[in-house]
């Protein structure tokens, strides 16, 4: 079974719009964290947000959000204010287990394209 | 300034070579990943590294090898055993109580 499920291999949105990207996942560890990053066409890999399993509150960072249900597993990224810089590939990635370290599991990603 | 560099960004080989690809970090990070990413695919793990001088596989370590000598550099050694090696690369590091892990800007390989 995929730990990590991106169901959006693509995605529109407008510039200066918001947009969800959305994420679910699986796991029985009851510590884990979940992590989006986005990949440029150059290659590299930008880390965006972290969201920890017991945080209490959404994970921000600028116009990055993490949209947190736990219950559901689920852990969507929300965009607001779309710039055309925006575009580029997301992945949503886990790591089980307490530790700091660990090995980050990626979905596969949503190609985010933003119009003018 | 402080990253990770990996290179060459692009490699070419024939069928049948070995061929290592470099990667160097500078942020006294200790632990470091290699991964492998193909078209249309999310990263996955070969191997990683949380200490000098000691290495484990990750889930796709079939037909490749590292070595960690000092804590700044994590080669990977993509050998021929290595059935569909064409693929881009990417290193990464981490802190050992950091959260997340940086980057390099990746290295594609193509074998012919």
């Known amino acids: 079974a995929q730990k990590i499920t991106q169901t959006q291999p693509g995605m529109f949105v407008q510039e200066k719009e918001a947009v969800t990207l959305d994420c679910t996942y699986d796991t029985s560890d009851p510590s884990y964290g979940l992590f989006w990053y986005k990949q440029p066409s150059s290659g590299e890999m930008i880390f965006l947000i972290y969201?920890?399993?017991?945080?209490?509150q959404n994970a921000t960072e600028g116009r990055y959000s993490l949209n947190f249900q736990k219950a559901r597993k689920s852990a969507n990224l929300v965009i607001s204010a779309s710039q055309l810089g925006d575009s580029a590939m997301y992945f949503c990635a886990m790591r089980e287990g307490g530790g700091s370290q660990g090995n980050l599991i990626f979905g596969k990603g949503t190609k985010l394209s933003v119009k003018p | 300034d402080g990253g990770i560099t990996q290179s060459p960004k692009y490699l070419f080989r024939k069928e049948g070579q070995n061929v290592t690809l470099s990667c160097e970090q500078n942020?006294?990070?200790?632990?470091m990943y290699w991964y492998r990413q193909d078209p249309g695919q999310g990263l996955r793990l070969i191997y990683y590294?949380?200490?000098?001088?000691?290495?484990q596989k990750g889930d796709i370590a079939e037909g490749y090898s590292v070595s960690r000598e000092k804590k700044e550099s994590f080669p990977l050694t993509v050998t021929s055993a290595q059935k569909n090696p064409t693929a881009f690369y990417l290193c990464a590091s981490s802190l050992r109580s950091g959260v997340e892990q940086y980057f390099g800007p990746g290295t594609r390989l193509t074998v012919t």
């Open positions: 942020l006294n990070h200790d632990a």
């Open positions: 969201q920890g399993s017991y945080d209490q």
């Open positions: 590294s949380q200490i000098v001088n000691d290495f």
